[in-house]
Nanobody, 121 residues
Framework: QVRLVESGGGLVQAGESLRLSCEVSGSIFNAAGWYRQPPGKQRELVAT?????????LDSVKGRFTISRDNAKNTVGVYLQMNSLKPEDTAVYYCTVGTFIGADYYPNAKWGQGTQVTVSS
C-alpha cells in the first residue's frame, strides 16, 4: 500500500527558504507532484516531475521552486526546494505520485497528510 509522508514545513519570513521532503513507500511510480492549498482557496498544482526528470511549475513559482526526486532501496524521496518565499506561498503543501497522460498530470488517489508552510511579511 502506497504511503506518502511529508515534512519540512514551517514558519519563515519573506525571502527565506524551505525544503519540503516526501517519503514515498509501497509504490513504484512514473511521476510525482506537489500541490498546495492556500487558506480559503482551491488546491493548485505547484510542480511536477516525470520519470525522465522533466519538471513543470506553476507560473508564480518558476525560478523560485525546484522539484526533485531520488530512489533508495525501498523508498523514494520527492523534494520541493522553495527559495525567495512570499506571503502568497502560504498554504498546506501535499505530495502526490501519479502519471502523465500527454501533458496532463494525474495524481493517484492516495495523498500525504500535508505540511503547513507559513510565510510572514
Amino acid at each position: 500500500q502506497v504511503r506518502l509522508v511529508e515534512s519540512g514545513g514551517g514558519l519563515v519570513q519573506a525571502g527565506e527558504s524551505l525544503r519540503l521532503s516526501c517519503e514515498v513507500s509501497g509504490s513504484i511510480f512514473n511521476a510525482a507532484g506537489w500541490y498546495r492549498q492556500p487558506p480559503g482557496k482551491q488546491r493548485e498544482l505547484v510542480a511536477t516531475i516525470n520519470s525522465g526528470g522533466r519538471t513543470n511549475y506553476l507560473d508564480s513559482v518558476k525560478g523560485r521552486f525546484t522539484i526533485s526526486r531520488d530512489n533508495a532501496k525501498n523508498t523514494v524521496g520527492v523534494y520541493l526546494q522553495m527559495n525567495s518565499l512570499k506571503p502568497e506561498d502560504t498554504a498546506v503543501y501535499y505530495c502526490t505520485v501519479g502519471t502523465f497522460i500527454g501533458a496532463d498530470y494525474y495524481p493517484n488517489a492516495k495523498w500525504g497528510q500535508g505540511t503547513q508552510v507559513t510565510v510572514s511579511s
